[in-house]
């Protein structure tokens, strides 16, 4: 407590300090142009022209030569900060990797093969979250999950088809999955090998972050300790067998889709990576062994100049903090290669062909910030999963920009300008600051079991909300330049039971024809393997061998699930944040009336309105579900929590229990098709019809009359406002609640 | 328009008169369980009405049941309390799916602060009992403080009711914080422990006089690996403290266990405990005797409750009160003067509302 109030003092005393400093030293140039300026700007102050961005960086509209300390530098020599490489796209341009993935392994299939003969670089699979979180397709919890937001997998057959005539010895493959690495990663190496490639002859990347799954993401299986001894493990095989291959992804793209501003997505980050090293060094590995095959993976926003100062401030402070923490001898251990994909929170349900402008931006940024690699979203993804026409628009982006603009004959254009170089080092500070905090509680490890990053960034998330929503930041389509009538745009549909009939199908035939006893023997080596706790045998070893022997995902999962358990996050909400940014805390009118109407709604029927906050299915982002918690708490009303991952019924038992006024689904895993139209017939079976469903998320326009006749009252796509949302839900509790009341 | 009155029709169909309630709670549905306590929580006058009636139909037939299993108690009311980060949801549930094994079935009373800005609150409990909300045999309900009037004290002991009328035999209730709320569920309950998690010896100090004048049983948690001689630690040193005190009953003596949710450990033996504290209780007939005394305080609650909130709902007083408040602040008058004042004032809007 004390400390804490020390430490705020000591930084308002440094702010003073160098405030004064600033002053004092500015040159004749700086000076001159102030004096222009404010003659210019007649009676308003110059300082009006600041800019506080949401990293807490001043951004100011001029910058001098007075501004950059730092040495001259150039790319392939450390700090890096202009390049891992010396060449860099003057001599080959990024890869164009589009992260791709849906229903079945066929489809998937289909599909790659086509974009790799329109000129993609490399493959990136998305799998389904069923797959991500350990079932097999044929399991009860995940019946609206299968086949959704990627392509379901269960076995090495369905991994051989995703794969066929694309021979795995030559091209890189990338692959989203951190819960289930272990059977994946299995599969698609033992699939290599059915194909004749060589171990040693894989290239590409497992995403394997666990970490930020705890921080943000949620798609774990098994708690942190067994999690991070699994990552060992991996490590550990590829280091030695695998040596082309990236072990990990440590990714910083879902901090910043779940709210983290750029400084707090690149020091959690960078701090993920220095536990990861200590993990592997912990495993016996030299440091030099796995870290030049770390890699990277930033999401890129819209803030155009901080996302370019943030790529480049990465690579600076990760050479210097290996250096510094491990002191390696490979200059690559020190070396940041990334991949980037263009923000998927930026783009809107509203008027959505903006969203083409917004992703050719964001990788504008991404390219100018020197990047590996680069994802651009398609325009329609805050609809429903990209179409082929909407997909094909994403490809062109990245290849116009190579192709067409001249960008890359320049290494790191951005070099020697003065805001750039400043931006630059001022981010650099700002995140070493978070990561030394991060340090002082013993590394991510032990902060993310207090909680404290994961509390940060849903603090930074509620904030933002109430910045749009209040106007202050503009979002165009949304809360600015609105159109009247949107246009219904043709989006992908995936018929789910199907692709889950056909994944049960193709189970029942493997576990046919397999032998059952090599299998028991494997699963029960994998148990044995994760008992032993001085982690003598290798988990990602066995977990080959088993899929060999045609083992399923669900059932490599369980076994370990069986030694390790499934792991479920202690959930915090932060309150107060939203109401206090909104139109930074000044009374407001659209404010008060929603405090009100709850009060009087209060009144009438003797408590506030309640509201269950749920997710259904497999599907782990809960930004959206945590800022409605947290701010529909700020607006009065009493908010009850859904824990993540329900069924369907576990949600309407949970209403039921808590006697609820209203539901609050929140979906962005295309499930809401199945999922929730069952929660409101369990409502129905259980006597309360009368409970209001509202379902907010990703869920494409063609869907929403289905869901109207179903019994949903409200839907809300992204962008929606929250005062809008929340005055909309009392019009309707009001109607049902209390207009009996009146009429007795 | 017509959607509307449609409306309005379709939603009377859930209207629940008390007798439907009364009904389907003592026949166990879980959703009447679930509208009872929202009738009891609500700050509505009529439906407080409707309250009252109810549980006086509740109180009636809990007596009967009583009497039918020749006057043994039906339920065991237990308070688990504990600083925030304690592990009380932890232990609890763990706990509560031992009891659901051992053919018990439980209901879990929780509470959550609202903000004292916005009154609204957010009630998470659930997501950390997750493993007992999905067992069919338990019922967990949280609910939300709501601030004023101490309206947690009065309605946790109405749900105390109505969870037993429902069939529940086990009743836990968690309370937040060291404080005011333990000296008011300890009227509430058959047997108050407190869950103490390692490391939290230094800031307990203060607030241990208070706390080992009450407390049954202390439950060290989070007994496993690193944290074990810590553990230890607070175990002797809490066992020294309570041989030191004054005992509450003569027929028990607080004891001190470690339990581990992770590992699984300690929790037959907090059962075991609280069982033979359930027999000591009954056996020496103080179990009956307390309960008896606690409907006196359930009444004296009611009686300051409501006092409280007349007081409070008349405008006039509401005005005094504000200027009183002032003059108070200024100085210019002593606080007794100014309450003298206001009750004065009380007592003549109580006559005039009377004739």
């Known amino acids: 407590m004390y400390r804490q109030l020390f430490f705020a003092r000591s930084k308002l005393l440094n702010i003073n300090i160098n405030g004064r400093s600033q002053i004092l030293c500015l040159s004749s140039l700086q000076s001159e142009w102030s004096k222009l300026a404010t003659k210019q700007l007649k009676k308003i102050p110059l300082d009006s022209l600041n800019v506080i961005t949401h990293e807490g960086i001043k951004l100011k509209p001029l910058y001098t030569s007075e501004d950059v300390k730092g040495k001259e530098e150039i790319p392939g020599a450390y700090p890096y900060t202009r390049g891992p490489y010396p060449t860099m796209y003057a001599q080959r341009p990024w890869t164009i990797r589009q992260y791709a993935g849906f229903s079945t392994v066929e489809e998937s299939n289909r599909f790659y093969r086509a974009n790799l003969a329109a000129g993609q670089q490399g493959l990136s699979v998305a799998f389904d979250l069923a797959t991500h979180r350990g079932y097999d397709s044929d399991n009860e919890r995940v019946s609206g999950d299968v086949g959704m937001a990627g392509v379901a997998i269960d076995t090495v057959e369905d991994m051989k088809q995703l794969f066929d005539s694309i021979p795995l010895a030559n091209i890189s493959v990338s692959m989203t999955m951190n819960g289930a690495v272990l059977p994946v990663l299995a599969m698609y190496v033992v699939v290599a090998e059915e194909q004749g490639a060589k171990q040693d002859q894989l290239t590409g990347t497992i995403q394997n972050d666990i970490l930020k799954e705890f921080m943000v993401r949620n798609t774990y299986i098994y708690p942190p300790e067994p999690s991070m001894r699994i990552i060992a493990d991996i490590f550990r095989y590829t280091s030695k067998h695998m040596p082309h291959f990236n072990s990990i992804s440590i990714s910083g793209y879902h901090m910043q889709e779940a709210g983290a501003t750029a400084a707090l997505e690149l020091a959690y980050t960078i701090a993920d990576g220095l536990e990861y090293c200590r993990t592997g060094i912990k495993a016996g590995l030299n440091i030099d062994d796995f870290a030049p095959r770390l890699s990277f993976f930033w999401g890129i926003g819209m803030d155009f100049y901080m996302e370019i100062a943030k790529l480049r401030a990465a690579r600076r402070l990760w050479a210097n903090l290996m250096k510094e923490y491990f002191s390696p001898k490979k200059a690559q251990s020190m070396m940041l290669r990334c991949h980037c994909q263009t923000s998927g929170w930026s783009l809107t349900a509203q008027d959505p062909y903006n969203n083409i402008i917004r992703t050719t931006l964001e990788a504008l940024s991404a390219v100018f910030g020197g990047t590996q690699s680069l994802h651009t979203n398609s325009f329609d993804e805050a609809l429903a999963l990209p179409s082929v026409q909407s997909a094909r628009i994403a490809r062109n982006t990245q290849i116009i920009l190579q192709e067409e603009t001249g960008i890359p004959k320049v290494i790191d254009p951005w070099a020697g300008s003065y805001m750039m170089e400043s931006l630059t080092d001022e981010i650099y500070s700002k995140a070493r600051e978070l990561i030394n905090e991060v340090e002082q509680m013993g590394g991510m490890a032990k902060a993310i079991i207090a909680g404290v990053p994961k509390l940060k960034i849903e603090e930074c998330a509620a904030k933002r909300q109430a910045m749009i929503d209040d106007g202050k930041e503009t979002i165009v389509g949304v809360n600015k330049y609105k159109l009247e009538k949107e246009e219904v745009i043709q989006v992908l549909q995936i018929d789910n039971q199907q692709v889950r009939q056909q994944q049960i199908e193709k189970i029942k035939k493997v576990k046919q024809q397999r032998n059952q006893s090599k299998v028991d023997q494997c699963l029960e080596n994998l148990r044995e393997i994760a008992r032993d706790t001085s982690a003598s045998g290798n988990l990602f070893q066995a977990s080959i061998e088993a899929s ?81 918690a947290s701010a529909f708490s700020d607006l009065g009303f009493d908010v009850d929590i859904g824990p993540l991952f329900a069924t369907p019924s576990e949600v309407a038992l949970q209403a039921i229990d808590a006697d609820v006024h209203i539901v609050g689904i929140s979906t962005l895993g295309a499930g809401h098709k199945t999922l929730v139209p069952e929660l409101i017939k369990k409502l129905n079976e259980l006597g309360r019809r009368d409970i209001v469903v509202t379902v907010g998320g990703v869920i494409p326009p063609q869907d929403h009359q289905q869901l109207y006749d179903q019994g949903v009252k409200l839907i809300f796509g992204p962008g929606t406002r929250i005062p809008e949302a929340a005055m909309q839900i009392l019009d309707h509790i009001e109607k049902t609640f209390t207009s009996t009341n009146k009429s007795k | 328009m017509f959607a509307q009155r449609f409306t309005s029709i379709v939603s009377r169909r859930y209207v629940s008169t008390v007798v439907d309630l009364y009904k389907g709670l003592i026949n166990g549905d879980r959703g009447c369980l679930a509208k009872c306590i929202t009738l009891v929580e609500s700050t509505h006058k009529e439906k407080q009405q409707n309250a009252k009636e109810l549980l006086s139909q509740v109180l009636q037939e809990l007596k009967q049941r009583q009497q039918k299993q020749s006057n043994k108690p039906i339920s065991f009311r237990i308070g688990l309390s504990g600083s925030p980060g304690a592990g009380k949801s932890t232990f609890i549930n763990v706990f509560g799916r031992f009891l659901i094994q051992q053919g018990h079935k439980v209901a879990v009373l929780t509470v959550d602060p609202s903000s004292s800005t916005s009154g609204g609150s957010i009630l998470g409990d659930k997501t950390r009992m997750l493993d007992l909300s999905r067992e069919s045999d338990a019922y967990i309900r949280t609910s939300p403080s709501a601030g004023t009037l101490g309206g947690v004290t009065r309605t946790t002991n109405d749900a105390i009711v109505l969870c037993e009328a429902a069939g529940y035999n086990v009743i836990l209730v968690e309370t937040v914080g060291v404080g005011q709320s333990e000296f008011a569920v300890v009227d509430m309950v058959d047997m108050f422990c407190v869950l103490l998690p390692p490391g939290s010896g230094d800031e307990l100090q203060g607030m241990k006089k208070g706390i080992m004048e009450l407390v049954d049983l202390v439950i060290v948690t989070k007994a496993d690996g690193e944290l074990m001689p810590e553990v230890r630690r607070l175990q002797t040193e809490w066992l020294s403290a309570l041989r030191l005190m004054r005992r509450r009953s003569p027929n028990w003596k607080p004891k001190v266990i470690s339990v581990s949710a992770r590992t699984n450990t300690g929790i037959d033996k907090s059962w075991e405990q609280m069982f033979e504290f359930e027999n000591a209780m009954i056996k020496s007939g103080e179990f009956m005797t307390k309960r008896s005394n606690q409907l006196q305080k359930w009444m004296w609650n009611n009686v300051k409750d409501r006092i409280l909130e007349q007081f409070l709902a008349d405008d006039d007083i509401q005005k005094a009160i504000q200027s009183y408040e002032q003059r108070v602040i200024r100085g210019l008058i002593t606080p007794f003067v100014a309450a003298d004042a206001i009750l004065a004032l009380f007592a003549k809007v109580k006559t005039d509302k009377t004739t």
């Open chain 1, 548 to 628: 060999r022997a045609r083992c399923t995902l669900g059932e490599i999962s369980q076994a370990l699930e069986d030694v390790f358990s499934r792991h479920l996050a202690d959930s915090r909400f932060v309150s107060g944040a939203y109401r206090k940014a909104f139109n930074q805390g000044k009374n407001n009118d659209e404010l008060q009336q929603v405090i009100d109407r709850v009060e009087k709604f209060a009144k009438i029927d003797g408590r506030r309105p309640r509201i269950l906050v749920a997710k259904i299915g497999q599907d782990g982002h809960d930004r959206g579900a945590k800022v409605i």
